[in-house]
């Protein structure tokens, strides 16, 4: 049994959909946008109060967790969404540390992820520096960023994905020391970001020439294999997929065109060819539902199995409508599979007696689908809810509010400890233990798209915004944008509720 604490008790987080609907003088909708806000308040106060300056909190045994090498990776990867929901004093308390603290947390010697390192830290202080600019915002993400200029070394056509931060020593830790497709090519958004506010462009250079060497070994294929080898440049691997491993670079082909103006039509181009691909070789239909899910195949084999980061798909499809890299008929097709894809993610939390999605699925023929019994937990992950806030954005269709809503709902049932909130370790079972570790991006992902799905439309209007791979919010860069003010409460939704 958890001990039940003072601070446990400090925020009363109402998940009963009765309740919510009984109050007066209060939407549904903005009844809900308090619930997640309040969430959010107890996930930093109690990372604030166990384990404030470590990487996460250990919720249940009231501990700390340092598996980013003690950089304060809940600050700074959930600092934009305590901006965004008003949390000021929580805000300030991020703010003051990553000001006096987060360069002496830098200066160390362990080897870390770039891919992790760029997209939550460099990603954080980037976003939150285009919502309220300081001048050491910029400085710390540049800093940082010259460090991790670290993974290309020599001559190498390709980057490691590892760097020692005091040496700068790089590797990969992987089979033969290769590089996973993701991890190298998710780097262009916030180094441009970097460059835009400092003038300095050469890691925004560098990134962008490793995603121009792999389109050009390409051929037009659309999909590219998961593994290269940094000082060769080949491929490694036959395998190919959208989910983990492959996901972001498919996405920031799409988002780098966005933030840079859509200046750049090979982009564009490339990550249509890409989808074109992804939908004629690995979207396949459920027995007997017809459920839609996208797998993988290696040389050639189709593997029906489908993970939980795959469930970003739907947004990033429906970003290429809103953002008319595709129109036509081919949008009208990239809206039907997101929707469909969307419902299958759906499915993952709706089919379980948790309420909670597993990490991976399989499709047995006849069985529709069901958790892979190797990996049953749930780790917080955010791609379901942000894909459906996309389609939410495009559509006004309430039922993407409502699976989100439904999501949260279990996490409250399911994942809230006396300190914040857990992973599950068995979404099969109706009380599933706890994995006793709040991700930072539980309030980086989760709760932020989450609250924004529940909130009006010009709140990051995705015109004028994009959001890297973390949920960290971006100005385009060149677009005129009016500045984001925190909010003091929820702001009224501009459709229903």
């Known amino acids: 049994m958890e001990p039940k604490t003072a601070l446990a008790k400090k925020i009363n987080i109402n998940s009963s959909q009765a309740n919510v609907q009984r109050c007066a003088g209060m939407s549904m909708i903005r009844l809900r946008q308090t619930a997640i806000r309040n969430a959010a308040q107890l996930a930093f106060d109690g990372y604030q109060k166990y384990a404030f300056g470590h990487d996460e ?179 490694m691997t036959s395998a190919l997929t959208v989910g983990g491993r492959g996901d972001s670079f498919y996405e920031y082909l799409l988002k780098y065109w966005i933030l840079r103006g859509k200046s750049d039509d090979s982009l564009r181009a490339a990550w249509v060819a890409a989808m074109d691909a992804m939908t004629s070789q690995l979207v396949r239909r459920s027995t007997p539902s017809n459920y839609a899910y996208i797998g993988t195949s290696t040389g050639g084999q189709f593997n029906n199995s489908m993970d939980i980061f795959t469930c970003f798909v739907p947004g990033m499809l429906t970003l290429g409508i809103t953002s008319g890299a595709v129109t036509g008929s081919k949008a009208d097709q990239y809206l039907q599979l997101a929707e469909d894809v969307a419902q299958t993610c759906h499915m993952f939390y709706a089919s379980q007696p948790s309420g909670l999605a597993g990490e991976m699925y399989i499709f047995p023929p006849g069985q529709d689908l069901k958790v892979d019994p190797g990996q049953p937990e749930s780790l917080q992950r955010p791609e379901a809810v942000e894909g459906w806030f996309y389609l939410w954005r495009h559509t006004g269709n309430q039922m993407y509010r409502d699976w989100a809503w439904d999501v949260f709902q279990a996490w409250i049932k399911n994942g809230q400890s006396s300190a914040g909130f857990s992973g599950i370790l068995d979404v099969t079972k109706g009380s599933p233990s706890k994995d006793n570790l709040q991700q930072s991006f539980f309030l980086a992902e989760l709760l932020k798209y989450e609250y924004l799905i529940h909130g009006p439309d010009t709140e990051l209007p995705l015109d004028k915004w994009v959001f890297n791979t973390e949920a960290h919010p971006f100005k385009i860069i060149g677009a005129s944008t009016p500045a984001v003010q925190a909010q003091q409460g929820p702001a009224a939704p501009s459709r229903t509720g």
């Open 57 to 235: 909190v250990e919720p249940v045994s009231q501990g700390a967790a340092d598996p980013f090498g003690h950089v304060g990776m809940t600050i700074l990867d959930g600092i934009d969404t305590l901006y965004i929901m008003g949390l000021t004093n929580e805000y300030q308390a991020a703010r003051n540390w990553i000001s006096t603290s987060l360069s002496n947390a830098l200066d160390q010697s362990e080897a870390l992820s770039a891919f992790e390192t760029n997209i939550r830290v460099v990603g954080g202080l980037m976003a939150i520096n285009d919502l309220d600019p300081q001048s050491f915002y910029v400085d710390r993400a540049s800093q940082l960023v010259k460090k991790l200029q670290g993974i290309f070394v020599g001559k190498n056509p390709l980057p490691f994905t590892f760097v020692n931060l005091e040496s700068g020593n790089a590797y990969s830790p992987y089979n033969d020391n290769t590089s996973v497709l993701s991890e190298m090519t998710t780097l262009d958004l916030e180094w441009a970001k970097v460059g835009a506010a400092t003038g300095d462009t050469s890691a925004e250079t560098q990134a962008t020439n490793v995603v121009q060497t792999l389109l050009g070994d390409s051929n037009g294929k659309g999909l590219l294999p998961t593994l290269w080898s940094p000082t060769s440049g080949n491929s």
